[in-house]
């Protein structure tokens, strides 16, 4: 019996499948579902999943049977439109269990949702953008609209990525029961008024990752807890005044904290449940989890939180009625129909609910415990690897030392190392990949504070550094001696032992024992 459909059916006993056993199985996975890999071995999860074909299947004989045309009209084809998007809506708020607490506001993505959320929050002078130092370049990007208004902002420090750490922000017991409030059901004629200088309450907003697409360490989801009713936002607060980040005064003011995560990297291979965790907005990417369609994500907002939310453009559908000539404008009330300018990517909504059905015949934590279980395989194998001098091969980032699948998710990122301990450049890692069929990434993956970070590469050096690039794929990826990235292998529910196996035999055979070019 393989891997596959050991992992489906492991859950007999509530425990997760054993590495020893996993290192047994030769292969997993329905792999006539993905003929399309031919004879390539795909490690590459975390920048696009894979579709398989027979979701391919489904989608093609849905649209095949059925005419489905723009929702914004009363004809048949349109209300049937209207209906299947609206199912699609909630099986995503089924699948994240946001119960009735939430609406689905179809994005082109990731970046576009962040976008978003930066674009409408209610920033003031009086407002802290905080953020963990791993994040996506999109994640830092919010920072430059809240500083046009007047916001200031903080990198905060690593050890929120450690649970013991969180503790000590997190609500008492008694408090947190007695903080739990039912959520408020949107009425667009009660929408506050847009804040202003005299407000005294302050809006702050802050950040993170679920999982680090750099290095796959999972940030703990009670940082939800810790700063909507914990001691975590006035603690970030103060941190900013010490370091000029932000004037004093904020004691002065009501300071209400919202969350945003970033799921594009966690939600293909961990359940997310947002009435346990309660964030405000969450963001994703849906060719992460299912390979298909591309262009298309979706922003999940609590509907407490979305009247705050401060709306300047509209187009298409999100309004009632506009006047040409007056500013006259009249918004439409439901939260996603007022974000979703335009014409919605209806055929590619549609075609969702055929990776949805991939992944509800597996199972959420099937998958889960599928990549655990060969990210860790991988990471003992590879991290047993030295030369004959007792170096090792590979410096490895994230937190596998663990063995924590609450802590590190289905990434593995390196870096290879000579005999003599100097690093060997990532591009040349890739090129030598690729000719052995492997697919991986390597690079910064657009996470300058993770890798910047790992490589102990100091804030002043980090600008000179980007003043002198032109691009992210400039140079060698090399500065004094340093990678300025990694490469990175990262699992998903296709992936099998044979995958892992081929990268460990790869740089076994390749980089063991093996000087660096003498013109490097």
């Given at each position: ?128 953008y905080g953020y963990s130092r791993h994040n996506h370049n999109s994640v830092l990007g ?16 690593w050890d929120l990525q450690d649970p013991e750490y969180i503790q000590q922000f997190m ?350």
């Amino acid at each position: 019996m393989s891997l596959w459909a050991r992992v489906r059916g492991s859950r007999r006993d509530s425990s997760r499948p054993s590495i020893e056993w996993a290192a047994t199985q030769s292969a997993a996975g329905p792999r006539d579902e993905f003929q399309h890999l031919k004879d390539e071995t795909y490690l590459d999860y975390t920048g696009s999943a894979l579709y398989q074909r027979g979701q391919l299947r489904e989608m093609f004989t849905q649209l095949e049977g059925n005419l489905f045309c723009n929702a914004h009209s009363d004809s048949s084809c349109s209300m049937r439109t209207e209906a299947e998007v609206t199912s699609v809506r909630r099986t995503i708020m089924d699948w994240f269990n946001c119960g009735d607490d939430y609406t689905v506001i179809f994005t082109a993505g990731t970046t576009a949702s962040l976008k978003m959320v930066g674009e409408t929050f209610p920033w003031s002078e009086h407002s802290l953008y905080g953020y963990s130092r791993h994040n996506h370049n999109s994640v830092l990007g919010m920072r430059e609209l809240a500083m046009a208004k007047g916001s200031s902002f903080l990198a905060a420090e690593w050890d929120l990525q450690d649970p013991e750490y969180i503790q000590q922000f997190m609500p008492k017991e008694s408090e947190e029961e007695s903080s739990e409030e039912p959520v408020e059901q949107f009425n667009p004629e009660e929408t506050p008024a847009p804040l202003n200088d005299e407000t005294e309450e302050a809006f702050h907003l802050f950040a993170f990752p679920a999982e680090c697409n750099f290095s796959g360490i999972k940030y703990p989801l009670d940082l939800v807890h810790a700063l909507k009713r914990g001691t975590l936002g006035e603690h970030l607060l103060s941190r900013a005044v010490e370091t000029s980040a932000m004037p004093p005064g904020y004691k002065n003011r009501t300071n209400t904290w919202r969350v945003c995560v970033d799921a594009a990297a966690y939600a293909p291979t961990n359940p997310l449940d947002l009435q346990a965790f309660p964030a405000d907005f969450v963001t994703m990417s849906f060719y992460k989890l299912f390979g298909i369609p591309t262009g298309l994500g979706a922003l999940l907002v609590r509907k407490d939180v979305a009247p705050f939310m401060n709306k300047t453009f509209f187009g298409g559908g999100t309004v009632v009625a506009v006047s040409c000539d007056s500013s006259f404008c009249k918004l439409r009330p439901i939260s996603n129909e007022r974000f979703e300018d335009g014409t919605i990517s209806f055929l590619d909504i549609i075609g969702l609910s055929a990776g949805f059905n991939v992944f509800k015949s597996l199972g959420k934590q099937a998958i889960t415990d599928h990549v655990w279980t060969l990210t860790r395989y991988l990471y003992l194998r590879v991290s047993a690897l030295k030369h004959k001098n007792g170096r090792p091969l590979l410096e490895i980032y994230g937190n596998h030392e663990h063995g924590d699948p609450k802590r590190q998710g289905g990434i593995l990122s390196f870096n290879v190392l000579s005999p003599k301990g100097q690093y060997v450049p990532f591009k040349i890692v890739m090129e030598a990949a690729k000719a052995s069929n492997l697919l991986l990434r390597a690079g910064a993956h657009c996470n300058p504070g993770a890798a910047f970070g790992y490589l102990t590469i100091e804030e002043e050096d980090v600008q000179t550094i980007l003043q002198e690039r032109e691009s992210c794929h400039a140079g060698d990826g090399m500065w004094e001696g340093k990678p300025l990235g990694s490469c990175r292998a990262s699992l998903g529910y296709p992936t099998t032992v044979t995958d892992v196996d081929s990268l460990t035999t790869f740089l076994k055979a390749t980089y063991t024992d093996r000087d660096m070019p003498k013109d490097m």
